[in-house]
C-alpha cells in the first residue's frame, strides 16, 4: 500500500510570503491530486499531475516521478489561501490514498 | 457549476440510529466514494461505487453499507449508530477515466 508523507504539518507565513509544501510517496503512481479544504470541510480539487508541472494563477504544482516526490508552491502568499493542503495519489486502481494534510496560515 | 451535494451539513443522531447520508451528483459520473475524514488520520475510503448498483469495500466498511440504484446518488448508510461513527464524511464522484474528483461540502456527523 502507497504509504504517502506531507511536510510540513503546520506552516505559518506572513502575506506575500512564497509557500511550498511538499508530499513523498512510497509506491509508483499513475496520478497525482492536490487539494485544498477550507475551515468548513468542502474539499476542492486544485491540480491533478501524472508528469512535470501546472500552474494555475499563484499556484503552481510539479511532481518527479522518479524521486516519488511533489511540490505544491503558492507565489505571493494572501489570507485567503489560509486552508488544509492535501496531497492524494492513484496507483493504477479507483482508490486514492491521502497524506494527512498542511495547515497553512496566512497572517497579514 | 457541476455538482456534488450531500444532503445535510450537520446530523445529529442516537447511538443505535439508522443514518442515511445522500450524495447526488450532477456530472453523470460512473465513479462515487465515501469517505470518512478523522483528526490525525486524513481521509479513508469507506466504499467506492463504479456502476449502479456495483459497490467495493474500501479500507474501513464495518459498520457501513451502501446502495446506489440511479447513476446520480450515491447512499451511504449506518444500520445501528455508534459514537465511534462520529466524524466528518465526504462524497467524491469521478469520471471513468478518474481525471479528476469533484468532493461535496462534508457532512459533519455526531452520534450521541
Known amino acids: 500500500k502507497n504509504e504517502v508523507e506531507q511536510s510540513p504539518q503546520n506552516l505559518t507565513a506572513q502575506e506575500g510570503e512564497f509557500i511550498t509544501i511538499n508530499c513523498s510517496y512510497s509506491?509508483?503512481?499513475?496520478?497525482l491530486h492536490w487539494l485544498q479544504q477550507h475551515p468548513g470541510g468542502g474539499i476542492v480539487s486544485l491540480f491533478m499531475?501524472?508528469?512535470g508541472k501546472k500552474k494555475h494563477g499563484r499556484l503552481i504544482a510539479t511532481i518527479n516521478i522518479q524521486e516519488k516526490h511533489s511540490s505544491l508552491h503558492i507565489t505571493a502568499s494572501h489570507p485567503r489561501d489560509s486552508a488544509v493542503y492535501i496531497c492524494?495519489?492513484?496507483?493504477?486502481?479507483?482508490?486514492?490514498?491521502f497524506g494527512k494534510g498542511t495547515k497553512l496560515s496566512v497572517i497579514p | 457549476d457541476v455538482k456534488v451535494t450531500q444532503s445535510s451539513r450537520y446530523l445529529v443522531k442516537r447511538t443505535g440510529e439508522k443514518v442515511f447520508l445522500e450524495c447526488v451528483q450532477d456530472m453523470d459520473h460512473e465513479n462515487m466514494f465515501w469517505y470518512r475524514q478523522d483528526p490525525g488520520l486524513g481521509l479513508r475510503l469507506i466504499y467506492f461505487?463504479?456502476?449502479?448498483?456495483?459497490?467495493e469495500k474500501g479500507d474501513i466498511p464495518e459498520g457501513y453499507s451502501v446502495s446506489r440504484e440511479k447513476k446520480e446518488r450515491f447512499s451511504l448508510i449506518l444500520e445501528s449508530a455508534s459514537t465511534n461513527q462520529t466524524s466528518m464524511y465526504l462524497c467524491?464522484?469521478?469520471?471513468?477515466?478518474?481525471?479528476?474528483?469533484?468532493f461535496g461540502s462534508g457532512t459533519r456527523l455526531t452520534v450521541v
Open positions: 467524491a464522484s469521478s469520471s471513468r477515466a478518474l481525471d479528476g474528483y469533484t
Open positions: 499531475l501524472s508528469s
Open positions: 492524494a495519489v492513484r496507483a493504477g486502481s479507483y482508490q486514492l490514498t
Open positions: 509506491v509508483g503512481i499513475s496520478a
Open positions: 461505487s463504479y456502476d449502479v448498483k456495483m459497490k
